[in-house]
């Protein structure tokens, strides 16, 4: 390229924190804060991924901090050529923080 010799290149690159999306290997968590009524009554409510925001059905009675894996829907390994998965953790949140749900469309 241009005239340089021959050799390798070494590209670093650093990545910029998501404000709800966390990183572990080629899975991304997330925490999705419900009210008590939501826990026992279900919901349906909007959460991030990587490929935009996506409604999730929560069902009725699932405990605190349960988790909602969506396979698929994590950041792509290069060598296994497929995603990673997205873990959802339900868990409980002050009123102010409780996200809206909506009614399920069943």
């Known amino acids: 390229f241009g005239g340089a010799p021959d050799g ?8 910029a924190e998501h404000p709800r999306l966390r ?3 080629y899975d991304v968590l997330v ?4 009210s008590e009524a939501q826990f026992q009554a ?3 409510v ?4 990587l490929d935009g925001e996506r409604w ?3 069902p009725p009675g699932e ?13 792509v390994d290069p ?5 990673g998965d997205q873990v959802i953790r339900l868990v409980p949140a002050p009123v102010h923080d409780v996200q809206p749900s909506v009614p399920s469309a069943d």
């Open 8 to 15: 390798d290149a070494y590209i670093e690159f650093e990545v």
């Open 23 to 25: 990183r572990d290997g």
């Open 31 to 34: 925490d999705v804060a419900l």
């Open 42 to 44: 279900g919901a349906r």
């Open 46 to 49: 909007l959460v991030p991924t």
């Open 56 to 58: 999730l059905n929560v």
């Open 63 to 75: 405990p605190a901090h349960a988790e909602i894996r969506l396979e698929g829907a994590g950041i």
């Open 79 to 83: 060598f296994k050529h497929r995603r």
